[in-house]
């Protein structure tokens, strides 16, 4: 009897094992894949552009002191002029005024080529202008770097490292001359981050020193439509407007109309002034 029930149930099971009459198994349908229907345009891929950038050459170290004593500098203008041997003028202004402290781009590659500074070396001379910083001239060099951070082929990541080391030099440069030249080199910049805004703003509401704190004019006037679009724009018309200063007025009325000058091309130099 046991052997016959033994016998029975693997009949059972091989007739289900081989689809056989009998019990059925419980099976789950087929997961049905979706249909992916194929685009009728391919794609266009995704281009990430990098900025282009010159080619990088050391500046020669030897030449650092005295291309920094080449410099002139105007206190609303930055470099006014460059001098070549005997003291010959080999770049200027012509005049200092802050109406020309912005320049034309093809006015900044003037400047180095008086000094024979080729675009391949601008990158290395920044650096070690910041890195020598404490052995020059503060004004020259500081105004320099302004320069450079100006220049058509400077990167903007290049800018961006030049213009963080100057919001430094306002915070703890004890300088006057160094810290004029550096808020002037600030507002001269095509654009500015949080950081110099706030650092800037900071330099007008504690210092006292109306010759410092001219520049802060110029860069509230060349920066107008970017502070004025800002999400905190009203807070920032708030804080100029509560300083104290003769040059309050000026910047509040430069903020309101938010036109920024256009660039200045300045005359040829004449030989020998």
Do not use: C
């Not at 050459?57 to 470099?79: D, K, M, W, Y």
């Amino acid at each position: 009897m046991k052997k016959t029930f033994i016998t029975l149930a693997l009949a059972m099971l091989a007739n289900q094992a081989w689809g056989l009459p009998g019990t059925p198994l419980t099976t789950t349908p087929p997961i049905e894949k979706p249909v992916i229907q194929p685009l009728s345009v391919d794609p266009e891929p995704t281009v990430v552009e990098l900025e282009p950038g010159p080619a990088r050459e050391p500046f020669p170290a030897t030449r650092l002191l005295n291309t920094v004593r080449r410099l002139q500098i105007g206190p609303q203008s930055g470099v006014t002029k460059i001098l070549g041997n005997k003291r010959v003028v080999l770049w200027t202004r012509g005049f200092d005024d802050q109406k020309v402290a912005r320049l034309a781009p093809e006015e900044h590659t003037k400047i180095f080529t008086a000094l024979n500074i080729p675009e391949t070396q601008l990158v290395s001379l920044s650096q070690q202008l910041m890195q020598e910083y404490p052995k020059l001239p503060h004004e020259q060099t500081t105004a320099l770097l302004g320069t450079i951070a100006i220049h058509p082929a400077t990167t903007v990541q290049d800018r961006q490292v030049i213009e963080a080391w100057l919001d430094q030099l306002l915070i703890n440069e004890k300088d006057v001359l160094a810290r004029r030249q550096a808020l002037l080199a600030l507002a001269l910049l095509p654009q500015v981050s949080d950081t110099t805004i706030a650092t800037v703003v900071n330099v007008y509401e504690h210092s006292h020193n109306l010759w410092e704190t001219f520049p802060v004019g110029q860069f509230v006037e060349y920066h107008a439509t970017e502070l004025a679009s800002r999400p905190d724009a009203e807070a920032l018309r708030l804080r100029l407007a509560a300083v104290q200063s003769i040059y309050t007025p000026m910047i509040l009325q430069d903020l309101a109309q938010q036109e920024p000058p256009q660039p200045t091309v300045v005359a040829e130099p004449r030989q020998g002034l």
